[in-house]
């Protein structure tokens, strides 16, 4: 099988290259992780991030054949040969594989991904009716692998400015909440021309997520609560 | 009107206009299909009545914010050179309002 990986050292290479490997003997349904540590023990220079190997930390999400997924849960039966590994699209690149994510957390922070709360707080616990629990879902699983935000056109075009898929579906979490207060702040934060609005529903971001996650219709949720409360 | 028409406003513009836009499209296709005038001066009719230049000047209102909101994000998104874009946004707001003072002055001479 063979595998072509983007390389790059900043410190010794002139610019960014690919290259081929050889790997020989991969079973049925082996995952690409797994290939990419076999190369790894061929070529020890080579650098890629991961930690649980099971789709939950979100750390090893690459661009396979122009797509951004998860090593560790992408078998290698479902990918095209040769395969073509690169770095996640419009973040600079630390070295081969792994990506400086500073933009993206700093877009996660500016959310505000926390309960805002201005009431006492209570006792014991919040109380949520099931229904109120059932908005959450398809919001907070999100592992912040950033597939979504890499492969979002409006975010290589503004990344500084437009907070990003996984940032909007995570400022939604907390507006769908009923337990947070902090609603009017979130949306005032988010008007203007870039924060939210740059998303032009290109849904590039609901094509990559590996969990099956909508940040398009979170962003669409964000705008008509938007709406709503400015009538 | 750079910074009237944006963020939430701007978004609640384009669709708003673009609803009109269908809408006056609707109407006029419908009505064209059953009036169908056939020469020059029944259609210098059709448009010489208020209500009609009045809807129509709206409907190029609409077209007009339609296309500068539309514009201006695509220059937003693509043009990051500060003086690049503000030259683009003028000559893009020059076109449009000139286009609409064309549309004025050609609606008030025939409704007058």
């Given at each position: 099988?063979?595998?072509?990986?983007?390389?790059?050292?900043?410190?010794?290479?002139?610019?960014?290259?690919?290259?081929?490997?050889?790997?020989?003997?991969?079973a049925?349904?082996?995952?690409?992780?797994?290939?990419?540590?076999?190369?790894?023990?061929?070529?020890?220079?080579?650098?890629?991030?991961?930690?649980?190997?099971?789709?939950?930390?979100?750390?090893?999400?690459?661009?396979v054949?122009?797509?951004?997924?998860?090593?560790?849960?992408?078998?290698?039966?479902?990918?095209?040969?040769?395969?073509?590994?690169r770095?996640?699209?419009?973040?600079?690149?630390?070295?081969?594989?792994?990506v400086?994510?500073?933009?993206?957390?700093?877009?996660?922070?500016?959310?505000?991904?926390?309960?805002?709360?201005?009431d006492?707080?209570?006792?014991?616990?919040?109380?949520?009716?099931p229904?109120?629990?059932?908005?959450?879902?398809?919001?907070?699983?999100?592992?912040?692998?950033?597939?979504?935000?890499?492969?979002c056109?409006?975010?290589?075009?503004?990344?500084?400015?437009?907070?990003?898929?996984?940032?909007?579906?995570?400022?939604?979490?907390?507006?769908?909440?009923?337990?947070?207060?902090?609603?009017?702040?979130?949306?005032?934060?988010?008007?203007?021309?870039?924060?939210?609005?740059?998303?032009?529903?290109?849904?590039?971001?609901?094509?990559?997520?590996?969990?099956?996650?909508?940040?398009?219709?979170?962003?669409?949720?964000?705008?008509?609560?938007?709406?709503?409360?400015?009538? | 009107?750079?910074?009237?028409?944006?963020?939430?406003r701007?978004?609640?513009?384009?669709?708003?206009?673009?609803?009109?836009?269908?809408?006056?499209?609707?109407v006029?296709?419908?009505?064209?299909?059953?009036?169908?005038?056939?020469?020059?001066?029944?259609?210098?009719?059709?448009?010489?009545?208020?209500?009609?230049?009045?809807?129509?000047?709206?409907?190029?209102?609409?077209?007009l914010?339609?296309?500068?909101?539309?514009?201006?994000?695509?220059?937003?998104d693509?043009?990051?050179?500060?003086?690049l874009?503000?030259?683009?946004?003028?000559?893009?707001?020059?076109?449009?309002?000139?286009?609409?003072?064309?549309?004025?002055?050609?609606?008030?001479?025939?409704?007058?």
């Amino acid at each position: 099988m063979e595998v072509r990986i983007y390389r790059y050292n900043p410190e010794t290479d002139h610019s960014p290259y690919m290259q081929s490997y050889q790997v020989e003997s991969v079973a049925d349904g082996t995952m690409l992780l797994d290939v990419l540590k076999s190369i790894k023990a061929q070529d020890e220079t080579l650098s890629f991030r991961y930690s649980c190997g099971e789709g939950v930390c979100g750390s090893d999400a690459v661009n396979v054949n122009g797509r951004n997924l998860l090593t560790c849960i992408t078998s290698v039966n479902d990918l095209k040969h040769p395969i073509e590994i690169r770095p996640v699209t419009g973040m600079p690149v630390i070295r081969d594989l792994v990506v400086d994510m500073s933009q993206f957390y700093h877009h996660y922070r500016s959310v505000d991904p926390y309960l805002m709360v201005h009431d006492p707080v209570p006792e014991d616990e919040f109380l949520q009716s099931p229904e109120q629990r059932d908005k959450l879902d398809g919001l907070y699983e999100c592992i912040m692998c950033g597939c979504c935000t890499t492969a979002c056109p409006s975010f290589w075009w503004n990344p500084e400015r437009f907070r990003g898929p996984a940032a909007l579906l995570q400022a939604y979490r907390f507006v769908a909440d009923s337990r947070d207060q902090g609603t009017a702040t979130r949306l005032k934060a988010l008007d203007g021309p870039y924060r939210l609005f740059r998303c032009h529903t290109i849904m590039n971001c609901v094509d990559a997520c590996p969990k099956g996650l909508n940040p398009t219709h979170a962003i669409a949720e964000l705008k008509k609560k938007m709406l709503k409360d400015s009538i | 009107m750079i910074t009237s028409i944006q963020g939430m406003r701007g978004w609640l513009l384009q669709r708003l206009t673009a609803l009109f836009m269908l809408l006056y499209f609707i109407v006029a296709s419908i009505y064209f299909l059953l009036a169908s005038p056939q020469n020059y001066v029944e259609w210098y009719g059709v448009f010489s009545a208020t209500p009609v230049a009045l809807l129509t000047v709206l409907f190029f209102v609409a077209v007009l914010l339609h296309a500068w909101i539309g514009l201006r994000d695509i220059v937003i998104d693509y043009v990051h050179r500060l003086s690049l874009r503000l030259l683009l946004l003028g000559l893009i707001a020059m076109v449009l309002l000139g286009q609409i003072v064309w549309l004025l002055l050609v609606v008030t001479k025939a409704v007058l």
